[in-house]
């Protein structure tokens, strides 16, 4: 059974697909919830703590799909390949996370200010809701990070900057396609897939699918 806090972003999400954030009253959203309005402000603090928490999840969410594509039994370039395309289909799926990759929010999505200092909260639920969400840069790096983690064990002696490059390369491709539709025959997944197979760096050559 999902907790209060869940019942309440999912309320919030619900929300926003039929109205622009500016447009989203917190106690509809208490209401939709099955909650009191007292609730939802103990949990979120205002409107912009429930705008934080609500793009926070969407970047959890879209970060899970990105450990489930590099947990798959399959080669590292594959693995990117399906990273690449879970990108894709999210940027796709969901504003939310295109805003997030992107850095494009407009006017109808709720796009919280980033905090440069800690909260000084003693309420715990007020200190989450006071963290501050990603920019592009930093969701493309945790992106980096995860796969280099997952896929440099396999390749021994590659330049760690090259593998960089080429797991960022993965996400950018991906969010290409959410941006200007694949229009040759092979579609997103063949290009991908050509893409990917013959990364950048002489160091990576050999070694993707050996």
């Not at 504003?95 to 909260?121: F, K």
């Not at 990603?134 to 990070?145: E, Q, S, T, W, Y």
């Not at 330049?159 to 229009?183: H, I, K, M, N, Q």
């Amino acid at each position: 059974m999902p907790t209060a806090r869940e019942s309440l972003l999912d309320a919030a999400l619900s929300a926003l697909a039929g109205l622009p954030w500016p447009g989203v009253r917190m106690v509809d959203v208490a209401s939709r919830a099955g909650v009191s309005r007292q609730t939802l402000y103990n949990e979120f603090g205002s409107k912009e703590g429930l705008a934080r928490a609500l793009v926070r999840r969407e970047a959890d969410v879209y970060l899970r799909g990105v450990d489930r594509a590099l947990a798959e039994p399959a080669g590292p370039a594959e693995r990117m390949v399906r990273v690449a395309e879970w990108t894709l289909v999210s940027a796709r799926s969901s504003a939310l996370v295109r805003a997030l990759l992107t850095g494009g929010w407009s006017e109808r999505l709720p796009a919280p200010s980033a905090r440069t200092a800690p909260s000084v909260s003693a309420v715990p639920a007020q200190r989450r809701a006071d963290a501050g969400v990603p920019d592009p840069a930093d969701l493309v790096a945790a992106v980096r990070d995860r796969a280099l983690v997952a896929i440099g064990p396999q390749m021994p002696g590659t330049d760690p900057v090259e593998l960089g490059r080429y797991c960022e390369t993965a996400v950018r491709l991906g969010l290409s396609f959410a941006v200007a539709p694949a229009v040759r025959a092979e579609g997103h997944a063949g290009y991908l897939r050509a893409v990917l197979a013959g990364p950048p760096g002489r160091a990576l050559g050999q070694r993707l699918d050996g």
